[in-house]
């Protein structure tokens, strides 16, 4: 009866009666966006590639979520143009199945044997947060395979040095949803209404297993980029967004990352936070595009 009182107010009552209960009830199925994903094997990555463009770039992923944070950026890219082989790292969608160390170099060389195994001598890289860190130590090791690099809100060639009371903070948002859910908002600027709470926290829960978001923490606020930074000559970028926390934006990031790369070049976002794929998906791809074509 509410359901029925709540339809006749919106004047749908005499519709739903009328209509067949299987065709009110028949559900709804949606394309995929990734057309022909591969999972992982013993010596590749999960990944998808999309487009068949001449301009070729892999595509990696943060830490609290894996592909999935790309999916709004998709209808955007010119696909004629590009090829865009999104990867999964260990433990995360495509790549669930596969346990590891999660260090920074097996992850560097997870995805660089990826690429050795899809046939892409030449490529741009796209990183996001954690993997900006991923990104950096596989562009110094490969440099004359990089064409360019762009990464979004990336953690700086030192880490993310956190303290006791950081750390534990980061390891409740493994599996306390409270815990992420305060993460989420401060990397957003305190902007967003709970759906887009719920939406975000969806996809960091759906994204890894739990040894994998415990193992990469452990990676990115442990390690650091070390050698001679100066090896990389292809373009670097990097995005930040206004409304994220301190760390990952302004003064903080641009000195990071110009006291190792001396030809970085930056662009902040005004509108965005720690996620901008999510929150400024035209811009994201305009980005990527612009940093590729700049590359040549």
């Known amino acids: 009866m509410q359901r029925r009182h709540l ?25 995929s966006p990734w057309p022909a994903p591969q999972s992982a094997a013993a010596d590749r990555l999960g990944h998808c590639r999309l487009g068949d463009g001449p301009a070729v770039c892999v595509v990696l992923h943060e830490w609290l979520g894996d592909h999935v944070n790309w999916e709004p950026v998709l209808p955007y890219l010119q696909l004629d143009r590009h090829t865009l082989v999104f990867m999964d790292l260990r433990g995360y969608g495509w790549s669930r199945i596969l346990t590891g160390r999660y260090t920074l170099n097996e992850a560097a060389d997870d995805v660089l044997r990826t690429a050795d195994q899809l046939g892409l001598s030449r490529f741009h890289l796209v990183g996001h947060s954690m993997s900006g860190l991923v990104a950096q130590a596989l562009a110094l090791q490969s440099a004359p395979r990089i064409q360019s690099v762009t990464l979004f809100s990336p953690v700086p060639p030192t880490g993310f040095k956190a303290d ?26 305190n902007r967003y209404g709970p759906g887009w709470l719920q939406r975000k926290l969806a996809i960091a829960r759906k994204a ?16 650091a980029v070390t050698g001679d930074t100066q090896r990389l000559t292809a373009p670097l970028h990097i995005v930040n967004g206004a409304q994220d926390i301190p760390f990952y934006r302004g003064e903080a990031s641009h000195n990071a990352f110009e006291g190792a790369y001396k030809h970085a070049t930056f662009e902040t976002i005004d ?9 400024t998906p035209v811009r994201v791809a305009s980005i990527i595009e612009k940093q590729v074509a700049v590359a040549g």
């Not at 004047?11 to 949606?30: D, F, H, I, Y």
């Not at 509108?271 to 929150?279: K, R, S, T, V």
């Open 271 to 279: 509108d965005a936070g720690h996620y901008a794929m999510l929150e």
């Open 164 to 189: 006791s009371d950081a750390m534990k903070a980061l390891n409740a948002v493994i599996d306390d949803d409270a815990a992420a859910a305060r993460a989420i908002t401060a990397r957003t600027g």
């Open 7 to 31: 339809l006749q107010g919106f004047g749908l009552a005499a519709a739903a009666a009328a209509t067949p209960a299987a065709a009110q009830q028949a559900p709804v199925n949606s394309p």
């Open 208 to 223: 890894a297993t739990i040894d994998a978001l415990r193992g990469y923490l452990a990676m990115f606020t442990s390690s």
